[in-house]
């Protein structure tokens, strides 16, 4: 058993990257558009580059986390070296300097491919590192249950402190409001990290035969992991509506429902309904498959997201409803699917007799930043296509884009999730008979 104060620590590791991942997937457009100035054409295109860059990157940092020996294990030691280069980075990409158009562009790139780069180096052993906490199924859903709803803390700060902070911070310098906002919020990040470092502890070890064996032959026997495909798919579509649905939910609230006073209480509210998703996640495993459960909640998100193109714009309670009640049904699923990463970790040890844990997570990882990019490059794009001019009131036409741009199309990712999911033979079943001939063949 894991202790509740080891859960804990555990957790605030996600805090921390929340910190970043949900300003970046929440604020970043937004603010590379309305307070940096560069068009959001070309804010799409580099989301999109700069996860090419993540291509090569997120495999190789989880091959590297695999072969890592050092005093305090594999994954941990990374939380120490990057705690504070992630801090640091965090508020340059943040930063507005005086450049004219190509110099901010150029800098925009510069620093966001930083930060995707220290993230990577911190988050790929941080996630993997939940998948050695424990061996045993149920547990590993409890902790990831503790470690998203301390990721949703994490968010929940991001959206409920972000703008009035900046405000604050601002005194009307909104591109200085930012800054100094990231600059705190980054602080209290490098030290969740420390705690995270400090209060955790690696419990299982890999088969000595992992370490032996070629880079390239790891990836041909995660090939293999048939079950570590579906996952991969899995991510890539799942995050790819998300993403899409979340960076345009403060264009909705400004420009569609015209409640540009109300961003702060829209995110904060759907930020709620994420972290009780993410509570009520345990005890519904408990009672049901959860590979049925989890295409349910796919096939539920997708038809409340499907349901926001039919709310008028003066009907602001019911859109908020909706959006709530979406993040809720969305995320509890969030850590029903990484649950689902370490038991595929341990199925392609049983069918390969290689544990290659920092390989499936970096590679499902990097599946999840291309989700992401190609989510924020299609709202930039999006954007740009339906004639969206920064800081103006928009006309009908790109009032009705931006209707349907955040309601069907991030549907269709979740759709398509549960399609997938069709293929996903892991039940508890088949985990309990993988979990208990591991176990056999380690004594």
Same mark, same amino acid.
């Not at 349910?296 to 908020?320: E, H, K, M, P, R």
């Not at 009032?399 to 991030?410: D, I, R, T």
């Given at each position: 058993?894991?202790?509740?104060?080891?859960?804990?620590?555990?957790?605030?590791?996600?805090?921390?990257?929340?910190?970043?991942?949900?300003?970046?997937?929440?604020?970043?457009?937004?603010?590379?558009?309305?307070?940096?100035?560069? $068009?959001?054409?070309?804010?799409?295109?580099?989301?999109?580059?700069?996860?090419?860059?993540?291509?090569?990157?997120?495999?190789?940092?989880?091959? &590297?986390?695999?072969?890592?020996?050092?005093?305090?294990?594999?994954?941990?030691?990374?939380?120490?070296?990057?705690?504070?280069?992630?801090?640091?980075?965090?508020?340059?990409?943040?930063?507005?300097?005086?450049?004219?158009?190509?110099?901010?562009?150029?800098?925009?790139?510069?620093?966001?491919?930083?930060?995707?780069?220290?993230?990577?180096?911190?988050?790929?052993?941080? /996630?993997?590192?939940?998948?050695?906490?424990?061996?045993?199924?149920?547990?590993?859903?409890?902790?990831?249950?503790?470690?998203?709803?301390?990721?949703?803390?994490?968010?929940?700060?991001?959206?409920?402190?972000?703008?009035?902070?900046?405000?604050?911070?601002?005194?009307?310098?909104?591109?200085?409001?930012?800054?100094?906002?990231?600059?705190?919020?980054?602080?209290?990040?490098?030290?969740?990290?420390?705690?995270?470092?400090?209060?955790?502890?690696?419990?299982?070890?890999?088969?000595?035969?992992?370490?032996?064996? $070629?880079?390239?032959?790891?990836?041909?026997?995660?090939?293999?992991?048939?079950?570590?495909?579906?996952?991969?798919?899995?991510?890539?579509?799942?995050?790819?509506?998300?993403?899409?649905?979340?960076?345009?939910?403060?264009?909705?609230?400004?420009?569609?429902?015209?409640?540009?006073?109300?961003?702060?209480?829209?995110?904060?509210?759907?930020?709620?309904?994420?972290?009780?998703? /993410?509570?009520?996640?345990?005890?519904?495993?408990?009672?049901? /498959?959860?590979?049925?459960?989890?295409?349910?909640?796919?096939?539920?998100?997708?038809?409340? /997201?499907?349901?926001?193109?039919?709310?008028?714009?003066?009907?602001?309670?019911?859109?908020?409803?909706?959006?709530?009640?979406?993040?809720?049904?969305?995320?509890?699923?969030?850590?029903?699917?990484?649950?689902?990463?370490?038991?595929?970790?341990?199925?392609?040890?049983?069918?390969?007799?290689?544990?290659?844990?920092?390989?499936?997570?970096?590679?499902?990882?990097?599946?999840?930043?291309?989700?992401?990019?190609?989510?924020?490059?299609?709202?930039?794009?999006? &954007?740009?296509?339906?004639?969206?001019?920064?800081?103006?009131?928009?006309?009908?036409?790109?009032?009705?884009?931006?209707?349907?741009?955040?309601?069907?199309?991030?549907?269709?990712?979740?759709?398509?999730?549960?399609?997938?999911?069709?293929?996903?033979?892991?039940?508890?079943?088949?985990?309990?008979?993988?979990?208990?001939? &591991?176990?056999?063949?380690?004594?």
């Amino acid at each position: 058993m894991v202790s509740v104060k080891e859960k804990i620590a555990y957790g605030l590791g996600d805090t921390a990257s929340n910190i970043v991942f949900q300003t970046v997937m929440l604020f970043l457009t937004f603010f590379y558009t309305d307070i940096y100035g560069i $068009s959001p054409a070309f804010v799409g295109t580099m989301f999109l580059a700069v996860r090419i860059i993540d291509a090569v990157t997120d495999p190789l940092m989880g091959a &590297l986390a695999d072969r890592t020996q050092s005093k305090y294990g594999k994954f941990r030691p990374y939380l120490l070296w990057f705690a504070l280069p992630f801090g640091l980075i965090s508020v340059l990409a943040f930063t507005t300097p005086d450049f004219g158009e190509e110099g901010k562009m150029i800098y925009a790139f510069v620093t966001y491919t930083l930060l995707m780069l220290v993230y990577t180096a911190i988050n790929i052993p941080y /996630c993997a590192l939940g998948a050695v906490l424990t061996a045993d199924p149920k547990e590993r859903v409890s902790v990831q249950s503790y470690r998203f709803v301390f990721a949703m803390l994490g968010g929940l700060m991001v959206t409920s402190l972000t703008l009035p902070l900046v405000e604050f911070f601002g005194q009307g310098d909104r591109a200085k409001g930012y800054q100094l906002t990231i600059m705190a919020m980054s602080v209290l990040g490098v030290l969740m990290f420390l705690a995270c470092f400090y209060g955790t502890k690696e419990r299982i070890n890999p088969p000595k035969e992992s370490f032996s064996r $070629s880079y390239m032959d790891n990836f041909r026997q995660l090939w293999k992991n048939d079950q570590w495909r579906v996952l991969a798919l899995v991510a890539l579509c799942l995050l790819s509506g998300y993403v899409l649905r979340t960076t345009l939910a403060i264009y909705y609230v400004k420009y569609y429902l015209e409640m540009p006073d109300s961003i702060t209480l829209f995110i904060t509210l759907g930020m709620l309904g994420s972290m009780v998703g /993410c509570i009520i996640a345990q005890p519904l495993a408990k009672r049901y /498959c959860k590979v049925k459960l989890y295409i349910g909640i796919q096939i539920l998100a997708a038809a409340l /997201c499907a349901s926001s193109y039919f709310v008028a714009a003066d009907n602001v309670t019911l859109a908020i409803g909706l959006y709530v009640l979406w993040n809720l049904v969305f995320n509890t699923g969030t850590p029903l699917l990484w649950a689902k990463m370490a038991d595929t970790v341990d199925y392609g040890q049983w069918l390969t007799g290689v544990r290659t844990t920092g390989m499936v997570y970096s590679s499902i990882i990097f599946f999840i930043k291309m989700g992401i990019a190609i989510g924020g490059a299609l709202g930039g794009w999006l &954007l740009a296509g339906m004639g969206y001019q920064a800081d103006v009131a928009q006309t009908e036409e790109t009032k009705a884009g931006l209707l349907l741009a955040f309601s069907l199309y991030p549907a269709i990712g979740s759709l398509i999730v549960a399609f997938v999911m069709g293929a996903y033979k892991l039940n508890t079943q088949k985990v309990d008979e993988i979990t208990l001939e &591991l176990k056999r063949a380690a004594e």
